[in-house]
């Protein structure tokens, strides 16, 4: 009777499990596919960020806390990598430590070059006007045909590299008849202090600084030479195909900064004079030289071509490519912007 008491409560104890085990498949099954869809889904996006000019209405949205808030809902959290320059946020791109920059014209097509998976989701600004070439404030130098056997300073394999051979080509001129000087921007004006180039070529907020300072003075930019000066805001493909949404949401966000400026609060304007080592009434000076924008057009594709055949030609890329294979513009469909560039 014992024996027959035992075997009915294993055999009670192994039909409750079984019916529990079955509950459970069925619960796990119907949450399979939500564990697919979201699986890749990030809790975090990192973005990067550098103190230029040409990407104040991202500095704007971050000052404003409006991607955390978007995102917030969502469980999305918002973290900001800084970095001085272009380079450095392309390591911090390859290497999965950030998500989605704002970076110039040479690093955007260079590190695509090199192999990194980004793909261009928006154009931050054209800025023709922030690329220029400087003499000393007395020079009798103006004309691109004046510069023969001069020497010209800027940052080699930059922007202001292809600057510079756009402003000599005006002249007849090629790079082999001046003598290049690489310097960094920042040492633009001791080089025309103390007369170690009879022109230097850089861009903003650096120009703004030694016009103003009596330092330097424009004889020639971009918009006179056909340098368009793309900026862009890339992201890795794998981030950007796993969470288009927040993608979009940084676009979005970017947009209503563009528009923000028009009526911008002194706190925000002085936080970004701050951010740029800049005056406020400088700052507004330099906003002024930058056509912002998030819509990819025909002219920044070419624009980038431009740069790419451009790196070509001094031997940082080994051969050309089209752009075009690596732009995206869905993010940019997605993010509805137009109710901010009207």
Request: with cysteine; aromatic share 6%.
């Amino acid at each position: 009777m014992l024996f027959d008491l035992k075997q009915h409560i294993h055999s009670l104890i192994s039909v409750i499990l079984a019916a529990a085990l079955t509950v459970m498949g069925g619960l796990l099954a119907g949450c399979g596919p939500e564990k697919v869809a979201t699986s890749s889904r990030a809790e975090r996006v990192t973005i990067a960020i550098q103190p230029s000019a040409a990407f104040i209405p991202l500095f704007v949205a971050k000052e404003k806390g409006w991607i955390e808030e978007d995102l917030k809902a969502k469980g999305i959290t918002v973290r900001w990598n800084n970095f001085e320059s272009g380079p450095p946020m392309n390591e911090s791109l390859a290497s999965g430590h950030s998500d989605i920059g704002v970076i110039g014209d040479v690093p955007i097509v260079s590190g695509i070059a090199a192999g990194q998976k980004n793909e261009l989701v928006a154009v931050t600004c054209q800025a023709p006007l922030s690329y220029a070439v400087l003499t000393a404030k007395n020079s009798p130098l103006v004309a691109p045909s004046d510069f023969r056997g001069k020497t010209i300073a800027t940052v080699v394999g930059s922007t202001g590299h292809n600057l510079t051979q756009k402003f000599l080509a005006a002249g007849g001129l090629a790079i082999k008849d001046v003598k290049l000087v690489n310097i960094s921007a920042g040492d633009a004006e001791d080089v025309l202090n103390n007369g170690e180039a009879d022109a230097v070529v850089i861009w903003e907020p650096n120009v703004t600084r030694l016009e103003e300072k009596g330092a330097g003075q424009v004889i020639s930019d971009g918009s006179m030479v056909g340098l368009l000066g793309v900026n862009g805001m890339v992201a890795r493909t794998e981030f950007a195909s796993q969470n288009p949404e927040i993608v979009s949401i940084v676009i979005k966000n970017y947009a209503r900064g563009v528009k923000e400026l028009t009526t911008l609060d002194d706190d925000t304007l002085n936080k970004i004079a701050a951010y740029l080592s800049l005056t406020p009434e400088q700052t507004k000076k330099v906003i002024k030289k930058f056509n912002y924008t998030v819509m990819i057009n025909d002219r920044d594709i070419a624009g980038l071509n431009d740069t790419i055949k451009f790196l070509v030609s001094i031997g940082r890329l080994r051969e050309e490519y089209d752009i075009t294979k690596f732009v995206n513009r869905d993010y940019i469909e997605a993010a509805h912007v137009e109710q901010y560039l009207q």
